[in-house]
């Protein structure tokens, strides 16, 4: 396939142009030696984009096939696990939890001792 050049950032002189993949939607390092020269700035970010908009006929027409791992011939499924936002949170709970039931457990303690004093 081939790429088009992009830019990481609108600013001058902070990075060289990269290449953008229309088939895959991703932003590769170019390994050409002069590519390291250029900068990004010169083409921007929304290049791609803009000219993809204006030559539509240039846009890749199939997308590319999903990967889908296997072993030993049989489908990986990957569990659905937590995201970090969702583990911060639950732990969050869970001391909450752990915090709440030792304050009760000092309150009953504290009581029993008043009703034991007197």
């Not at 590519?35 to 010169?42: L, M």
């Not at 240039?58 to 499924?77: E, H, I, Y």
């Not at 639950?90 to 004093?117: C, G, M, N, P, V």
Request: glycine content about 4%.
């Amino acid at each position: 396939y081939r790429l088009l050049p992009v830019g990481m950032t609108d600013q001058i002189r902070l990075r060289p142009v990269k290449g953008y993949c229309p088939n895959c939607k991703d932003i590769y390092h170019i390994r050409v030696r002069h590519a390291s020269t250029i900068d990004g700035a010169y083409y921007g970010r929304s290049f791609p984009h803009c000219f993809l908009l204006r030559y539509p006929h240039l846009q890749p027409k199939s997308q590319p096939v999903q990967f889908t791992p296997t072993l030993f011939g049989f489908d990986v499924k990957y569990p659905d696990l937590p995201t970090a936002d969702e583990f911060a949170q639950a732990e969050a709970l869970k001391a909450e939890k752990e915090r709440r039931a030792k304050d009760e457990k000092e309150q009953a303690e504290h009581e029993r001792r008043e009703s034991e004093a007197r």
